[in-house]
């Protein structure tokens, strides 16, 4: 789960919004309260299941506005084909208060996020998306050997990007990766994690699962 501080940095379009092509929204059988909308961005599909029209109007009654499809289509469009590669399905929970994000690691490729947080929502999927990249580079458990270079790099550079960042080795490197591909300019202050980024980071483009040596 993720309540971190750099979600709010604005984070340019890399893909027209005018370029994703959208389905016609249709209920879920299993969950009438939601509809299920595909977005085909640069050839690739992104499932994303949101609350019913009323659910929304219901909620803004309230001063709630929380991301519609077009949200998350816009945010989608700002994060590089590389890193929509770790996202398949993004889940909109209707919340009143608390906003926020998180993966699982029984849900695959899925982006699960609630709460008012439409503006932001670039920097929540950037975010979510490292752990899913973490996950499939360095492993799922942080005392695993490919985590070594993580955590070696972590000592050399001394610090760490955000509070948040040390709650433990997964939110440093999902801190650090929306760091790393929202404000590159940080470069200097984390070299050694931008180091190990940059292997992974390009074997992601290069199409080849990214494996990060102990």
Do not use: C
């Amino acid at each position: 789960m993720s309540t971190h501080e750099l979600s709010s940095i604005h984070i340019p379009e890399r893909t027209s919004l005018s370029a994703v092509r959208t389905s016609r929204p249709r209920t879920r059988l299993l969950r009438p309260t939601a509809v299920r909308t595909t977005l085909t961005i640069e050839g690739q599909r992104y499932r994303v299941d949101a609350p019913r029209k009323r659910t929304y109007a219901r909620l803004a009654k309230k001063g709630t506005v929380i991301p519609t499809v077009t949200d998350v289509a816009d945010a989608l469009v700002r994060l590089s084909s590389a890193t929509r590669e770790n996202i398949r399905r993004i889940v909109v929970v209707p919340r009143k208060k608390t906003s926020g994000a998180y993966v699982s690691q029984l849900l695959g490729k899925t982006v699960v996020v609630y709460g008012p947080l439409a503006t932001r929502l670039a920097g929540y999927l950037l975010h979510e998306s490292g752990h899913l990249v973490a996950f499939q580079s360095l492993g799922r458990f942080a005392l695993g050997r490919r985590w070594r270079a993580w955590r070696k790099a972590m000592k050399q550079d001394g610090q760490a990007i955000t509070p948040y960042a040390r709650t433990n080795v997964h939110e440093d490197f999902a801190e650090s990766w929306l760091a790393y591909h929202g404000i590159p300019y940080v470069r200097p202050a984390l070299p050694n994690r931008f180091r190990v980024m940059d292997e992974i980071d390009a074997k992601m483009t290069q199409g080849s699962a990214p494996k990060v040596s102990p």
